[in-house]
C-alpha cells in the first residue's frame, strides 16, 4: 500500500490500483541496465515528464501531482528570495537530469541549487537539491544523491524538512543548511502556505527588516 501526504500534512493510504488524483503517479521497474535506463530518457526527449531515477537495475518513472510540484517550487522561491535579500548568489536549475553510470545512479530532483558562481561549481553537480515526498514509495533518492557526491539534500515530508549533509562519504542529518546556516527552516515551511511569489517575497522582506 503506498501513502501520501495530504496537503494538511497528514499521512494518506493509498490503496494498490486506486485512482487519487491528488497523489503522485509513479511506476517503479526492476531488471533494467545503464543502457535501458538511457533508452527512456532519450525516449522521453526534452518533456518536463515523467521524472526518472535510477539505481543498481531499478527505474523509477513519477509524474508529479500539483500540490508535488507546488510545495517543491515554494520550497525553492523561500529559499531563493532569501539568499537575495542578504545576499548570497544562487542560481537554481530545476530538475536537472544527474546521474553516473559507474556509479549505477541517476535522478531529477524537484528543485536544484548552486551557491556562488556556478560556472566555476567545485564538482560540476547543483550543492543543494530539494526532494518532496508527496507520496511516498519509489527507490532510495537519498542513496542516489549520495552516490552522485550532492553535498545537501532537503526532503521535504509531511510538512517537514530534514537536511542531510554529505561527510565523508556518508550523509549526516543536521538541523540547519551548511549554505544558509542562519535560514529558520519552519519559518520557510510558514511561507510555502502562502498563495502567491509576491506574497512569499513580501514576507521574506519584512522578516528580515527587523
Avoid at 145 to 171: H, K, M, Q, S, T
Wanted: glycine share 10%; hydrophobic share 40%; aromatic share 10%.
Amino acid at each position: 500500500m503506498a501513502a501520501m501526504t495530504s496537503p494538511a500534512g497528514d499521512p494518506v493510504n493509498v490503496p494498490p490500483g486506486l485512482y487519487v488524483p491528488t497523489a503522485d503517479g509513479r511506476i517503479v521497474m526492476s531488471g533494467l541496465d545503464w543502457a535501458g535506463y538511457q533508452s527512456l530518457l532519450a525516449l522521453r526527449g526534452e518533456r518536463s515528464r515523467p521524472r526518472l531515477a535510477y539505481l543498481d537495475g531499478a527505474v523509477e518513472l513519477m509524474s508529479p501531482s500539483y500540490g508535488h510540484e507546488t510545495t517543491g517550487y515554494h520550497i525553492g522561491q523561500v529559499l531563493v528570495f532569501y539568499c537575495l535579500e542578504v545576499g548570497i548568489e544562487i542560481s537554481g536549475h530545476k530538475s536537472w537530469t544527474l546521474n553516473k553510470q559507474d556509479d549505477e545512479a541517476g535522478a531529477e530532483p524537484d528543485e536544484c541549487f548552486i551557491f556562488g558562481d556556478h560556472e566555476r561549481s567545485e564538482h560540476g553537480w547543483p550543492d543543494l537539491v530539494i526532494e518532496v515526498s508527496w507520496t511516498r514509495g519509489g527507490i532510495d533518492k537519498l542513496e542516489i544523491y549520495r552516490r552522485l557526491g550532492i553535498p545537501e539534500v532537503w526532503f521535504w515530508e509531511a510538512d517537514a524538512l530534514r537536511v542531510y549533509v554529505l561527510r565523508g562519504g556518508a550523509y549526516e542529518l543536521q538541523a540547519q543548511s551548511q549554505w544558509v546556516p542562519d535560514l529558520d527552516l519552519p519559518w520557510l515551511l510558514g511561507l510555502t502556505k502562502l498563495p502567491t511569489l509576491n506574497a512569499i517575497r513580501d514576507a521574506v522582506r519584512v522578516k528580515l527588516a527587523r
